[in-house]
């Protein structure tokens, strides 16, 4: 996503402009009257000039959601809302586009003026009804600046990279995981929900650059009933992962093993099509007797073996052939 400048509420814009506007001078026009018509318009032009820009910048950086991919469309409805982040984006365009209407009819008024105190009458006016057109939208103009602050947050995801996804309940181990395994500096603190977003990560394996993406915690629980972090990691499985690792934590201090299980068993069926690898975490706690892969991210155990799993499993992803393979040729 592309930087976005700090939305202005509508108190703001007013101040800015009008400040403007009263700072217009003209030359001498042959006559009082003629000179202050020039004013006139000149204030009137300063002021619709003023809005224009303000609301052309926000309609150039705010992105345009029919250019989005899936995942950032998506991900951009759970955290603001998609219809509302347009209707707000059509109010500004809307005020802006009347604005410049009233100024050319107050044109065309200032022309006709017969006197000094009809011209008054009319940049009263003037400024009154932009006043009131800015005010209007002012619920809309605090929406951008909140949906701004939202937007920036949003990680920069290249959809062209090998994507490994980290899955499980709160608490396996996903962060830490990340940590160990690539660039990602996410912040870890024992308590359920500890990731509020997702946290990418990168690491080179043998020349190939891959893709680490840490999701918030999941709950087996239906898709209505998912809070929006839990629908942040469901939006990054179902658009981003080549590779699913999916942490379970034998402790049970995240969750018991039969629940892990379940949602395990959920996500295998809810996204059939990707490669999954299945882990046991916290292995420097508990150990258990089975064929599962054995990692503890807090020591470093069995990190090198998942690397090599992982390189291996992405091999038969669709990604694989469609960058790897060429590449190999």
């Known amino acids: 996503m592309k930087e976005i400048p700090t939305v202005l509420r509508s108190d703001e814009i007013l101040d800015k402009v009008l400040k403007r506007a009263s700072a217009v001078s003209v030359k001498y026009a042959g006559s009082k009257l003629l000179t202050e018509k020039n004013k006139t318009m000149a204030k009137i032009d300063c002021v619709a000039s003023n809005i224009n820009q303000i609301f052309l910048k926000?309609?150039?950086?705010?992105?345009?959601?029919?250019k989005l991919n899936e995942f950032q469309k998506e991900l951009l409805d759970i955290l603001v809302g998609c219809q509302?982040?347009?209707?707000?984006l059509g109010a500004i365009k809307w005020c802006n586009q009347t604005v410049k209407k009233i100024s050319a009819s107050m044109h065309l008024r200032v022309k006709k003026a017969g006197n000094i105190e009809d011209l008054e009458k009319i940049r009263k006016e003037y400024y009154g009804?932009?006043?009131?057109?800015?005010?209007?939208?002012?619920?809309?103009?605090?929406?951008?600046?909140?949906?701004r602050d939202v937007i920036l947050k949003i990680p920069s995801i290249d959809m062209n990279l090998p994507t490994i996804v980290i899955s499980g309940f709160p608490n396996v181990g996903k962060s830490t995981l990340v940590k160990r395994i690539s660039s990602a500096e996410p912040d870890i603190a024992p308590y359920p929900f500890t990731t509020k977003g997702?946290?990418?990560g990168h690491a080179k394996f043998n020349m190939v650059e891959y893709q680490f993406i840490d999701t918030p915690g999941l709950l087996d629980r239906p898709v209505e009933q998912r809070n929006a972090i839990e629908k942040q990691a469901i939006v990054a499985l179902k658009h981003l992962a080549d590779v699913i690792v999916f942490l379970i934590d034998p402790t049970g201090y995240s969750g018991t093993v039969e629940e892990q299980e379940k949602l395990l068993a959920s996500l295998r069926r809810e996204f059939g099509n990707t490669v999954f690898i299945v882990v046991e975490t916290k292995a420097d706690i508990l150990r258990r007797k089975n064929s599962r892969l054995k990692i503890s991210a807090e020591?470093?155990?069995?990190?090198?073996?998942?690397?090599?799993r992982i390189r291996e499993k992405f091999k038969e992803t669709k990604k694989y052939a469609q960058i790897i393979e060429p590449q190999n040729a």
């Open 299 to 308: 020591t470093g155990e069995g990190i090198e073996k998942l690397i090599e």
């Open 198 to 200: 997702l946290i990418i």
């Open 129 to 147: 009804r932009v006043s009131s057109l800015i005010k209007q939208i002012a619920p809309e103009l605090e929406f951008l600046n909140h949906a």
């Open 58 to 66: 926000y309609e150039k950086h705010f992105p345009t959601i029919e």
């Open 84 to 88: 509302q982040l347009h209707h707000a």
